[in-house]
């Protein structure tokens, strides 16, 4: 049957959608989240159908086409197309499978893999698969098979080293930005380590959001290789390349849905290293109470499973569980966030000590993977000496930014507010929660200006009426919402 195209112009970020008039829909015996192929010339492709119930949405007799449609078929408006039934894909019978409290098997998960990047599931179908790895956690063969498949399916970087590092921090620590200051040490020592990072999803920043303020974070896999090649090491934004592109389609909807299966978390990490062709991968845990792992037995079981699935991957993976009780770093959000990496960098008195001390600790950890001796020396000298700011500047020039840029004329917004303390003694705790939402709430990461600045942590004396932090922001409004967040909440304890 032939109809006509209707451009839409509107895309739902991965799921291929068709939208039919009711009367056609009727005709065709087509329900809403059946599935249609719809072919332009030798261009074919599936699509989920949707119904609209007026003819000014689409009229009888042409097909409203979503842009990853569109892109599909090289179709346009107007364009005449074939439509044809076509059953649901396989993979939807193996998630019932799975809900119904069976192992798959790894090639049955491959298929919902494959089906999930080509987009012939939508956002309930891929819901009910993380939820069937919720109720039935995923068995250890069917979480190296996910993250085979994740790889298989995705975009991948090569390099002829004898070591790819890596870095992996399960997160909830506000400032925790050590890939910053890793990154060029790791790099001047010799090491290769292409990192992909992340943007924020529920933090006031993350690596990406960070390093942009520096330089672009969006780079083609051929532009990686080449900064990689000439500078040993990047800071990118992972999801510019589609490496696990069906991790990024499922943490999506694991976000929406509020729950992170451990599986289908281990693979999603694992899974991105794998992609980069990592040997040596370093997994920080940061445990308290406010972070994302709370409790130590949570923590070594995690430990276990990372070097077992790492194991089976071919990578070597060591695990280190950390301090999480309070923000590390001075910044939360990203121009405080990068402004901390460059006072590092540069020796500044003003440079955060604590993020400093950490970030050596991890480098020298990783320099021991591979066999440095004398590692936390050397890690040390080479921050100590000013090579690894030599080497932070070539990548960020590589990746198109400046490098001379000055961290005391980086923005900030231009509302703040400078919370002082109520009375004088010791601070007990500062709660990293309540300083996410804080910075969040001002503008961070979007605002990348936006955020909050701490002059003191935990177990600091503070005089009555001394900085504690500042809140940053472009906006009053914003401004004062953040402040709410602190009277609602509290966060800073001063005994």
């Known amino acids: 049957m032939k109809l006509k195209v209707k451009d839409m112009d509107i895309a739902t970020g991965g799921v291929l959608i068709a939208i039919l008039n009711i009367e ?8 809403p989240e059946d599935r249609i192929t719809i072919r332009k010339g030798k261009k074919m492709t599936t699509a989920v159908v949707n119904v609209a119930e007026s003819r000014k949405a689409v009229s009888p007799g042409k097909i409203g086409l979503f842009e990853e449609v569109i892109g599909k078929i090289k179709a346009k408006q107007g364009d005449n197309v074939d439509i044809d039934i076509q059953e649901k894909p396989k993979s939807i019978a193996l998630i019932k499978k799975k809900l119904d409290g069976h192992s798959l098997t790894a090639k049955e998960t491959d298929t919902i893999v494959k089906h999930i990047v080509q987009g012939r599931l939508t956002d309930i179908e891929l819901a009910y698969y993380i939820a069937s790895g919720y109720m039935k956690p995923l068995e250890l063969g069917e979480i190296v098979a996910l993250t085979k498949s994740m790889v298989k399916y995705g975009g991948h970087l090569k390099f002829n080293k004898k070591f790819i590092i890596d870095k992996h921090c399960s997160g909830g620590v506000p400032g925790n ?6 990154v060029p040490i790791l790099a001047a020592a010799g090491l290769t380590m292409p990192k992909t990072s992340s943007r924020s999803i529920t933090s006031p920043a993350g690596t990406a959001d960070t390093m942009e303020v520096l330089a672009p974070v969006s780079q083609s896999l051929d532009k990686i290789k080449k900064i990689v090649k000439k500078t040993n090491g990047c800071i990118v934004w992972g999801g510019a390349v589609d490496l696990a592109a069906a991790d990024d389609k499922m943490i999506r909807v694991r976000h929406s849905m509020s729950i992170d299966p451990e599986g289908m978390l281990l693979s999603s990490i694992l899974a991105k290293k794998a992609a980069v062709g990592s040997t040596h991968v370093l997994i920080d845990i940061p445990l308290g109470k406010d972070t994302k792992i709370k409790t130590k037995k949570e923590a070594v079981h995690l430990k276990r499973m990372f070097i077992k699935i790492g194991k089976r991957l071919g990578m070597k993976v060591k695990v280190i569980i950390t301090d999480g009780t309070e923000p590390i770093g ?3 959000g990203p121009v405080l966030e990068a402004r901390d990496a460059l006072y590092i960098f540069r020796r500044d008195e003003k440079r955060p000590l604590d993020l400093e001390k950490k970030s050596v600790m991890m480098a020298a950890e990783i320099m021991k993977m591979v066999g440095i001796k004398d590692a936390k020396k050397k890690a040390r ?3 100590d000496s000013g090579i690894a700011y030599v080497k932070m500047k070539e990548i960020i020039k590589a990746q198109g930014g400046n490098p001379d840029i000055d961290p005391d004329k980086l923005r900030l917004g231009k ?3 400078t919370y002082k ?11 990293n929660i309540t300083i996410a939402k804080m910075a969040r709430i001002a503008g961070a990461p979007r605002d990348k200006e ?6 003191k942590h935990e177990r600091q004396k503070v005089k009555r009426g001394e900085k504690i932090f500042t809140i940053y922001s472009d906006s009053k409004v914003k401004l004062n919402y953040a ?10 304890t001063i005994g």
Request: net charge positive; glycine share 10%.
């Open 24 to 31: 056609d829909a009727k005709r065709f015996d087509l329900y």
């Open 177 to 182: 930005r050590t890939t910053m200051i890793l």
């Open 381 to 383: 000298q080479i921050l």
């Open 330 to 332: 001075n910044g939360s």
């Open 415 to 417: 509302y703040s507010y």
């Open 421 to 431: 303390s109520p009375k004088s003694g010791t601070i007990y705790d500062i709660d």
């Open 483 to 492: 402040l709410n967040i602190l009277k609602r909440r509290g966060g800073i």
């Open 450 to 455: 936006a955020g909050v600045y701490l002059y």
